[in-house]
């Protein structure tokens, strides 16, 4: 039977290791020293080796030969299968106490070809609670001729009594550099034609596993078994967009042309491409973007143009707004439509939220307040000023000009008797939501608008904090909910717009709703008093306590429309 290449090129000794130096050298060293540690823990991504060098410290320790492992002795020819000093465990499928009891009576059997006795447990984090206290005292104080490798991906699922008894070595995820230089190695034994751009697209699409990117170069030489393998070839077999495909995409969302957008994501899912990497792939385009305008390297046209009408700011923002819709698509059971969601979206957040060249912002076209009001003014004759006091007049001019540039400008903020109502109103919310708070209503809450995201946004632009806050309890029978965000900014903004929240809600949701933003760090305030009882809370009628909070900015923007008329523009 073929024997599949990443099992042909398995290394067989320390060196033939690419891209994890540090655990090669500290193994080297303690095996020339003869102090070998009883347990090992190697964690770390999969594909990256660990099973590979635990079977190598297998071979070395029993290796007859000098120059170890040989390659030649009896034990390091001796096949696996047939090796009964190399037991290989996986956790996954014997993670039972019966299994670790039967594992700790044969512990005792001395070796049968070698000089040790090596257990590999691989996935060990699959063990029960039972299986690992079995395994406690074997593995602290185990016989001199026996040898324990544990090995796997999740780290943090480990209890700490046996990560305490091990010596742990983190396997690293490969970068692009050594994976290459592998696969070079490996196309020119096989005498495989492919591209050289074609290996960096797989060393890059393997994500650091080494394991993946050699079955990715498999599955392409035995697709263009007798022609070159190319780009394009690499990311049809991964259902993945190439790059040229990508820039298009991103094209039809910086037009606007959603029924664009649409179709091209319809011909991909027709293609076969796998719609929760597209969105990787974009994901990833948009860090590109983000890097070439942060380190100022060399970028395509399309990414020259993205960062020409994207701020920073916001480029970042939408990154992670796409991000959540990734994580969601990974458990939804319609991954297109989420997909097709998240790009209109940040299609219709960047025509309504970023302004072209040729255009200024309504600040630019109002332009200063005090240079409106000369304008007013009727014209002045013009008196001729003798030359001795024209440099006095020039010179007072000049001070004046400086003393009204030097003036902050008003800033719309919340007076300290607001503050104090805006505290007021948050308690006031926060413990009607908590006296009848439900679980169940805050799930079915968040499923509900996650669903009518698109037309929340739609119906008004502000209507995307509701998408992007989380929320952290809600009440049926009181229908209210508290929603956090991250920064301060957004929790403002959320609640300087409390009426039209509620509004949408209304309107979307059929449901008379009721909110309050907080902070993240407020809400952990919230929900520590609420775990440890501090207070009791009633349910309190409201008297209108948001619509006083929303009429000083109503009344601002007001004033502003009228003196200034058709140039502002209304959100």
């Not at 050594?178 to 034609?193: D, F, M, Q, T, Y």
């Not at 001795?388 to 007072?396: P, S």
Request: proline letters at 3%; a neutral charge; aromatic letters at 6%.
């Amino acid at each position: 039977m073929h024997q599949t290449l990443y099992r042909k090129y398995r290394p067989q000794s320390l060196d033939d290791v690419f891209g994890q130096e540090v655990i090669v050298t500290i193994l080297k060293n303690q095996l020339e020293t003869n102090k070998i540690a009883h347990a090992y823990l190697f964690t770390g991504p999969r594909g990256t080796g660990k099973t590979s060098v635990a079977k190598i410290l297998a071979k070395f320790i029993n290796c007859e030969k000098e120059q170890k492992p040989c390659g030649n002795c009896r034990f390091c020819q001796m096949k696996q299968e047939e090796n009964l000093d190399i037991i290989e465990i996986d956790a996954a499928s014997n993670n039972g106490v019966e299994e670790i009891r039967e594992l700790r009576r044969k512990v005792n059997l001395t070796p049968s070809n070698g000089q040790y006795k090596v257990y590999i447990v691989d996935e060990v984090h699959m063990l029960t609670t039972s299986a690992f206290n079995a395994l406690l005292k074997t593995l602290e104080e185990p016989p001199s001729y026996v040898l324990f490798v544990l090995a796997t991906t999740e780290p943090h699922k480990v209890p700490e009594t046996i990560l305490s008894r091990c010596q742990r070595m983190d396997f690293k995820r490969l970068n692009d550099k050594a994976i290459v230089n592998r696969l070079e190695g490996i196309v020119k034994n096989e005498k495989i034609k492919i591209a050289e751009d074609a290996l960096t697209e797989i060393a890059r699409l393997s994500q650091g596993g080494m394991r993946d990117a050699i079955g990715l170069l498999e599955q392409a030489s035995a697709y263009k078994s007798k022609s070159q393998i190319t780009t394009e070839d690499v990311h049809i077999i991964n259902s993945s967009l190439a790059k040229k495909d990508l820039e298009k995409l991103f094209v039809a969302i910086l037009d606007n042309d959603f029924a664009n957008i649409v179709a091209k994501t319809d011909t991909y899912y027709e293609k076969g491409k796998n719609v929760t990497k597209i969105l990787e792939e974009i994901i990833n385009f948009m860090r590109q973007c983000l890097m070439v305008q942060k380190t100022g390297q060399k970028g395509s046209e399309v990414i020259n143009r993205i960062n020409k009408t994207i701020p920073y700011d916001m480029l970042l923002e939408e990154t992670i707004a796409l991000n959540k819709f990734l994580l969601e698509m990974k458990y939804d059971s319609n991954p297109k439509t989420l997909l097709d969601i998240a790009l209109i979206n940040l299609a219709n957040n960047i025509e309504t939220d970023y302004i072209e060249d040729d255009k200024q912002p309504v600040i630019k076209l109002l332009g200063d307040e005090e240079e409106n009001e000369e304008s007013k003014e009727p014209k002045r004759e013009t008196v001729p000023i003798a030359p001795e006091e024209k440099e006095e007049v020039v010179t007072k001019e000049k001070d004046e000009k400086e003393e009204k540039t030097t003036e902050k400008p008003k800033e719309n903020k919340l007076t300290k008797k607001e503050r104090c109502e805006l505290e007021t109103l948050k308690r006031l919310r926060v413990d009607n939501t908590f006296a009848k708070v439900s679980k169940k209503f805050k799930n079915e809450l968040t499923k509900l608008i996650q669903e009518k995201k698109l037309a929340i946004v739609k119906e008004d632009g502000k209507g995307h904090l509701l998408i992007d806050g989380n929320i952290k309890a809600a009440s049926e029978e009181n229908q209210y909910f508290i929603i956090a965000f991250e920064s301060n900014a957004s929790c403002d903004v959320y609640n300087k717009h409390l009426l039209l929240m509620e509004k949408l809600l209304t309107k979307q949701l059929k449901m008379t709703l009721r909110s309050v933003a907080v902070t993240e760090e407020e809400w952990e305030q919230y929900r520590q008093e609420f775990k440890e009882k501090k207070r009791e809370y009633k349910f309190q009628a409201e008297n209108g306590e948001a619509a006083k909070l929303s009429k000083k900015q109503t009344k601002n923007k007001n004033d502003i429309e009228k003196k200034y008329g058709d140039l502002v523009q209304k959100y």
